[in-house]
């Protein structure tokens, strides 16, 4: 898929003062890869072509010769609706790192006797986003394996969220339902229930009044770990448009650079901060709310997508991840029934962003391999038309950029 350059050179010596000039410097120069000029007058063509009322946008970035191709009003903020996963995801994945692992503990201290700990339990949370009641019987089932049938001293629920996800303040009501997020995400006493019910289902007796809500006894032993990778979060995120993975995404982004404060607003805050001095978009009109695009006061710009597609593709570990979990057009995700023609089936990896509220809001962001074998970065983004109308653009800026 991507061609490189490699450059060999061996130095060697030689008795013949004639021919040899110390201290010599060679400067070897690299010719300018070139962006396809057909393709250039392509996309000209399509931002003159007619087209429904509303404000429209594009911007396409040549990745192989690292120069732009063609912008028409690609610094116009607008909503972005889900294409803002793409910042939440690469800023979360830069920070994080993209071998983040989510744990989920179990610990014990004291001795067993007769079925019985004379000592405690302990259960320790960080912001899996996808953690279940299924996962509690895991958890419930390792302390069973242990030989243990009663709990003698405390259950101690060490959670970094204790209290439920509320809502962001502009957000739609039915937006996103309550009862679809995951369960540390739900507050303490959702979580102490399912941990009390898993326990009595495998046989292990625990009283309402020996659980603590606090942290972990220093000497407790870790019996039972869960790791979930943070691929299985952007997976969903980018593939399927989660907006569960994202907001849990912002959450543990938020925590991680401030344990101590709100860690919506933390999240949201390194997301400006990542946007105006990591990607150095200053652009006051870019505004963020949350990491999920729920939020129509979200604004971007084409330009500003673009630049997080080509930060991503400069970190490969990033770049592995956006190419293989963007959904592919015709084949899979949020993708699998747009541009299912010849021309663009399996050709187009790209976010897409779609809401129907207060008007037509589309937006599309991602890579596609160019006629000319170079890898384009591309974001067009449509707003105050139909959704439809915006998905004929996206086609046909889509097919300009393959042919």
């Not at 393709?39 to 990745?63: C, E, K, M, T």
Request: glycine letters at 8%.
């Amino acid at each position: 898929m991507f061609m490189s350059l490699g450059l060999l050179l061996y130095n060697g010596c030689s008795c013949d003062s004639q021919t040899t000039k110390k201290n010599e410097k060679t400067t070897i120069k690299q010719t300018p890869v070139s962006v396809d000029t057909a393709l250039r007058s392509r996309l000209v063509d399509f931002a003159r072509q007619p087209r429904v009322n509303g404000q429209f946008g594009f911007h396409v970035y040549d990745l192989t010769a690292d120069r732009p191709v063609f912008g028409f009003n690609e610094r116009q903020a607008m909503s972005s609706a889900s294409c803002m996963k793409l910042l939440s995801g690469v800023a979360g994945l830069h920070l994080l790192g993209t071998n983040h692992m989510y744990q989920t503990l179990v610990y014990i201290r004291g001795r067993l006797e007769e079925g019985t700990l004379k000592g405690d339990v302990a259960f320790r949370a960080g912001l899996d986003p996808q953690l279940q009641a299924p996962d509690m019987r895991r958890f419930a089932k390792a302390i069973k394996n242990k030989g243990i049938s009663k709990i003698g001293g405390k259950l101690y629920v060490d959670l970094t969220l204790t209290e439920p996800v509320e809502s962001e303040a502009h957000w739609y009501p039915w937006d996103l339902s309550f009862s679809r997020y995951g369960l540390l995400y739900k507050g303490h006493e959702r979580v102490v229930r399912e941990l009390k019910a898993a326990l009595r289902g495998q046989g292990v007796s625990v009283a309402d009044s020996q659980v603590v809500i606090g942290a972990v006894p220093k000497d407790a032993r870790c019996i039972y770990r869960l790791l979930r990778p943070i691929d299985h979060v952007t997976r969903r995120m980018w593939k399927n448009s989660s907006n569960i993975q994202a907001t849990g995404m912002l959450y543990t982004i938020g925590h991680k650079v401030n344990s101590n404060a709100d860690p919506v607003l933390a999240g949201v805050d390194y997301l400006r901060t990542f946007l105006s001095d990591t990607l150095g978009l200053k652009d006051s009109t870019l505004v963020i709310h949350d990491g999920c695009g729920l939020c129509t006061h979200n604004h971007l710009s084409p330009l500003a997508l673009t630049t997080i597609l080509r930060f991503g593709y400069r970190h490969k570990p990033i770049f592995d991840r956006l190419y293989d979990e963007l959904p592919i057009a015709g084949v899979d995700g949020t993708l699998r029934r747009e541009m299912t023609g010849a021309k663009t089936r399996g050709k187009i990896r790209a976010k897409t962003g779609t809401l129907s509220h207060p008007y037509g809001i589309s937006s599309l962001a991602g890579y596609c391999m160019g006629s000319n074998g170079h890898l384009l970065a591309f974001a067009i983004m449509d707003t105050e038309m139909s959704v439809l109308d915006a998905r004929v653009l996206q086609r046909k800026l889509c097919e300009a950029m393959v042919k």
